[in-house]
Structures are given as C-alpha cells and as structure tokens.
C-alpha cells in the first residue's frame, strides 16, 4: 500500500482533545532548560511557522529512510523548524497542575537525540489501522510512549498557555487516557 509511515517520512501530529481540536504538536519559542532548544505546545494549523509543525520520523536502531514503520517501533521525532528544531525530548519536570492529574515530565526540543538516556526516544503505537498489517500508516491515531527511565510517560496535552500562537501545554503523563478525552491521542498526516 501507499500510506504506510516510513522512516524519513515529514509528518504533522494532530492532538485528539476535544474531538481532535487540540492542535498539532509545534514548536514554539526558546527554552532555558539544560540542553534544550525550543519549548513544545500544540498550536491550531500544523504551519503556524515554517516547520514548527513538521516532524521527521527517524529510527533508533538504525532502519534506512523508506522502511515502513511497524507499531511498537522506538522513534526519534526531529522538528523541522529552520531546518532543524531539534528532537522532542522530556525535560525537566512538568508543572504541579499537570502533576495533579498524572502529569510527569515536561516536553521540549533539543539539540541532540538522546540529551540523556531514552529521553528522545518514543515507542509509538497504533490504536487500530487499515489494513492490519502491523504497520503504522498516514490517517492512524497513536500513542507515543517515552522511553526515559524506560518508563518517561504518555505523550499529551494538558492546561492552556501563554506561549504566543500555542493552544495547550504537552507533557507526558503516566495514564494514557487520563480524563476520557482522549488528551494523548496523535492522528498522523503527511507533512
């Protein structure tokens, strides 16, 4: 088939909130924390800036660019913004809120894929797809589990910002459906 996600593929990630109106994953503005580079939050298009939306799906353990990506794959996510915004990574803890409600470590970019040992990386799984192949594929709704401390969280929004643009914090939270809202589902398109 056509869809199956590959390595290398460009894609954009659509939050599943509020019937998949929380916002595409996007990088916006800087960060302070040790060795990161931009902060993370959804915003409302995937193209709020040029590549902050844009995501490249690389392999961890060394698969060539066009190998299809199969569910229970572990991925690097590198942000496309100038060129390259860098890996998505835990960092840092997240806020006492998001803790209030499962939350665990708060999600930025940075320069390097694994800033410490699993916090780049991301076990992305499939709900469902079409055909079930055991390939992930364009248009399927995933999980992304961080790697860190081999147990680093879901991957979710979770409360507003002040972030210029941005619609929802991210973070990574220890429930994948921590309030039936479906906060840490991620529908894939092609970039």
Known sequence: MANE???GDRIHLQNGYDAFRGGYLDTNGGASDSGAKYGVFTADTPTRGTGTGTWEVLST???AAGTEVLSGDVIYLRNLYGGDGGYLDTNGHATTDQKNSGGKFNVLTSQAKDRATGTGRWRIYAQTSNP??????IG???HLVNLYGDNGGFLETNGG???SGAKYDVCTNAYYNRSNSN??????HKA
């Open 61 to 63: 353990s060394g698969k």
């Open 183 to 188: 906060v840490a589902d991620w529908k894939i």
């Open 132 to 137: 079930l192949d055991q390939n992930v594929h």
């Open 140 to 142: 399927d709704t995933v």
């Open 5 to 7: 996600l590959r390595y």
């Open 161 to 163: 910002t002040t972030a």
